[in-house]
């Protein structure tokens, strides 16, 4: 009777997994940059709704989402750098342009005639947006009457209620940092960086004096600044120049946390990280990487013990409190509207997915918020609970509020009705050895219809990075959010899929990230992408013969390595925008030109990342192979791919190509995901 009753549940588990396409599998729409209001009155975020983004809104009591903007295309043009009002009454955002490469010309993936632009700004419920200035990176004044911005690296001001244009505020002779302005609490004081290449200072503008004062300046790179409640200090970091060079990732010149007076601009150092693991300083996701809270104790990220976690200290100085021991790491960290403990997301106890955890900012342990087998990440405190986006292996990412130990979807209506929930797969987590000893983590994704017996092709998924880690379940970035899509449609099409956490990624501590001879001093991410062809290729369920890969960007490079050096083992693949080869992304500056040692080394760093590269192996490469590759691409230029297209088609080998005109590397447009995406399996089927 039992194998009978299991026979009929695996059969009405095929019956209900009907087929599905790209189109409804990347249809929900993807939250991101929740913020909360200054008392947690109301939380904010934002919703790319197939290319159309919008700022909803949700406030007490009843935390019912509501849209506040209402954009419709898919137009390419980003929005982000929320900040509410200091009543909680309106959002202030940027539309427009790259905000992950501010500074350069505004991208334009439509190729609109009359061009774009990149713009301030401010939307309360029931009004239309009105727009405060050109620019980028706002910071509300605690007044609540004006808004600081970023214009060609300088910084202005405008009024909130738009009562006249903006104007220049500060100029200084090297360019401001974005994201890394800073009002006193009273208003009457503005911090920022000042970074000047190779150092960089606070400064602090004081409104009332108009006079500009440099904070304890020095020839390191100071950042992060964070006032003091009563707003009399200023709290910042300071990264000794030198102190991260090529190289010295896991141990280097130890980094600090210093005080400065903003009225004379003296300082002093109040804490400082010891040397060996940790002293090269790893940031944590975060406003500011310093949290002045109650108490007057600052909280701050440190791999102190090989692991990213959170310590705090008096701001009298004195020894750091370890806030978050053990073998996980933290992510996606805020501090609670009265200052007296952190929110953050942490893979502990579940190290591939995130759940929520909180934590008083004197001391340990944490106590966590949320569990299970779904995914929650980007936690704010709030008047009612805690708000947070969160997903799971079928369900999409959505926000939420957790209420007396309750949670409910904030915009539960914005997942289309024919999202295919129901059809996907829940992935399993796997653990391989690689060819050199290292364990290694992965996702696999068996097809609805696995029958014993039964043969499939497969393929290796790369993520990008390489500081990444994929997860369980829908994830909390939308470059990785549509290709766990991606993974689910080509399960869903036969394929075996398997999604791997290769050296260098995030979620396993420091010594994983700061892998052995790694990227360009070596390439050892390679065993990993052999050892998921080998693991593949040894299962019963997987044809030898038909084994590929797929990946962008850090995952193009490992797919280029893995089609250039294993092309018995791997028999096609996709390469996103990937590197191939270091010097071209980096232009070989591993050591200063100027003597015969120095000069040496840079010569044999330079071969080195040649040696590491898919250039160097080009010649045994025989595998046809996709390139996709926008021509804006601010991350991997596109030379990446011509020059690798003309080696291939020097040697003959099978290549296709999708280039997309205006295009930047983290696609702008949904079509241009669903583009690329359909052109790929295509591609797979064709030659799989």
Known sequence: MRSAAVAFLALTALASAKPFTLDQVLSAPFPSEMIAAPAGGAVAWLLNERGARN?????????????????????????????????????????????????????????????????VWIVSPGEKPRKLGMGNSPAVSPKGDAVAFIRASQIWTAPLDGSRPAQQLVHIREGVSTDQLRWSPDGARLAFVSDRGDHGFIAVYDATAKSLTYMDPSVDHDSNPAWSPDGKQLAFLRIPTGGSERGARTAGEPWSIRIANPADGTGR?????????????????????????????????????GWLHLYSVSTEGGPAAALTPGDFEVEHVSLSS???????????????????????????????????????????????????LHSDAKKPARAAIRV??????????????????????????????????????????????????????????????????????????????????????????????????????IGYGLDFREAINFGASGGSEFNDVEGAGLYLRSREDVDAARIGLWGGSYGGYLTAMGLSRASDLFKA??????????????????APAGTAV?????????????????????????????????????????????????????????????ILPDEIHDFLRHASWLRAYKASADFLRRKL
Not at 63 to 87: K, S
Not at 88 to 109: M, Q, T, W
Request: glycine share 10%; aromatic share 10%; charged share 20%.
């Open 55 to 119: 700022v909803w809104y949700a406030a007490a009591p009843d935390f019912r989402g509501v849209r506040l903007t209402a954009f419709t295309e898919d137009d390419g043009q980003d929005i982000g750098q929320l900040t509410f009002t200091p009543n909680g009454k309106s959002v202030v955002f940027v539309r427009g342009g790259d905000l992950e490469f501010i500074g350069h010309p505004d991208p334009n993936p439509v190729s609109n005639p009359e061009g774009v632009e990149q713009a």
């Open 573 to 590: 693949g996709v390469d996103f925008h990937g590197v191939h080869d270091w010097n071209a992304l980096r232009g070989s500056v591993a």
């Open 269 to 305: 150092q109040i804490w400082a990280a010891d040397k060996g693991p940790g002293s090269v300083f790893h940031a944590m996701a975060a406003t500011n990487q310093l949290l002045w809270t109650a108490g007057d104790r600052l909280v701050f990220p440190w791999e102190k013990e």
């Open 338 to 388: 009265d200052g007296k403990e952190v929110v953050f997301s942490s893979n502990q106890g579940d190290i591939d997915r995130r759940h929520v955890w909180r934590v008083s900012v004197n001391s340990g342990p944490p106590q966590a918020v949320t569990s299970g087998e779904g995914l929650e990440w980007s936690p704010v405190t709030t008047s009612r609970g805690i708000a947070f």
């Open 404 to 505: 007396d130990g309750k949670e409910h979807d904030l915009a539960p209506e914005t997942v289309p009705p024919d999202f295919p929930a129901d059809s996907l797969v829940v992935p399993k987590q796997v653990i391989y050895t690689s060819p050199d000893g290292l364990m290694i983590h992965a996702q696999l994704f068996l097809p609805p219809e696995n029958r014993a017996g039964q043969k499939h092709p497969a393929v290796v998924f790369l993520h990008g990075g390489s500081r990444r880690q994929m997860l369980l379940g829908w994830h909390y970035m939308d470059y990785y959010n549509n290709a766990y899509g991606m993974n689910q449609y080509l399960a869903s099409q036969g394929y075996v899929v398997l999604a791997i956490n290769y050296r260098s990624g």
């Open 598 to 658: 120095a000069d040496a080394t840079r010569e044999d760093s330079a071969r080195l990342a040649y040696e590491s590269s898919p250039m160097a192996s080009v010649k045994t490469w025989r595998s046809p192979v996709l390139f996709i590759h926008g021509d804006d691409d601010r991350n991997v230029a596109f030379s990446e791919t011509v020059m690798l297209v003309k080696a291939l088609r020097n040697q003959g080998v099978y290549f296709e190509q999708l």
